[in-house]
């Protein structure tokens, strides 16, 4: 999950650095971004539509602290994190049902073993160029009618930093717009239920946010 206001010297940086970064700033992160729902109606509105259109298990994909999976988290609906960084799966494992350490474009769990995915500001932390096999991932492991949620920071390119959250990390992260993702949705099988843009909050960073909801067929 990005913040770009907290993003600073641009360097370059490599996909596979990421996860220990996230290591290192876990702490401040959760500290951070724990309350950040309290201020975004809109996202709240989503998740809150996400959470009644779906049964089972839901997958926080990115789960950080695991403050979004926890919002859905409730009756009938058991939330399991999957993150790359290790500290981050040990502090959503005390929000969730569960948290492992894993690669979304190779999740630890079965076909059709999913209810819904969480994807908020995840995607991100893919190149562009494995968006598509990431997306078919979300598909596989997803059940029949089951529902997807995504979000993701408007732009084109991507983003190469020494520093996040004040410690002298390498961060990269890829831009999207809102037509790739849903063109890339529909390639990969997905039915488009929902996409919109939003301009930021006054306690975000500059870009636009973007937000996907797809269902997989039945």
């Known amino acids: 999950m990005l913040d770009p206001r907290s993003c600073y010297a641009l360097a370059e940086v490599t996909?596979?650095?990421?996860?220990?970064?996230?290591?290192?700033?876990?702490?401040?992160y959760e500290r951070t971004f724990l309350d950040e729902l309290d201020h975004k109606a809109r996202d709240r509105e989503l998740l809150d539509a996400f959470a009644a259109r779906t049964a089972g298990l839901v997958l926080d994909v990115g789960c950080g602290p695991g403050q979004v999976g926890a919002y859905v988290?409730?009756?009938?609906?058991?939330?399991v994190g999957v993150d790359s960084s290790a500290q981050m799966t040990r502090l959503a494992a005390t929000r969730l049902d569960g948290a492992v350490v894993g690669d979304m474009r190779r999740l630890p769990f079965r076909s059709g073993s999913i209810g819904g995915i969480l994807a908020f500001y995840s995607i991100i932390h893919v190149p562009r160029d494995e968006l598509g096999h990431v997306l078919g991932e979300f598909l596989r492991v997803?059940?029949?009618g089951?529902?997807?949620?995504?979000s993701a920071h408007e732009g084109s390119g991507q983003m190469d930093h020494s520093s996040?959250?004040?410690?002298?990390?390498?961060?990269?992260?890829?831009l999207f717009h809102l037509d790739e993702l849903v063109s890339a949705l529909?390639?990969?099988?997905?039915?488009?239920t929902l996409f919109e843009q939003r301009l930021p909050y006054d306690v975000e960073g500059s870009t636009n946010r973007l937000y996907v909801a797809a269902e997989k067929p039945s």
């Open 164 to 174: 996040f959250l004040g410690e002298s990390v390498p961060f990269v992260a890829t």
């Open 15 to 28: 996909w596979s650095e990421l996860p220990s970064s996230y290591d290192r700033v876990a702490a401040v």
């Open 73 to 79: 988290r409730g009756p009938g609906r058991t939330t």
């Open 186 to 192: 529909h390639g990969v099988g997905m039915d488009v």
């Open 142 to 144: 997803l059940r029949d």
């Open 146 to 150: 089951g529902q997807l949620l995504l």
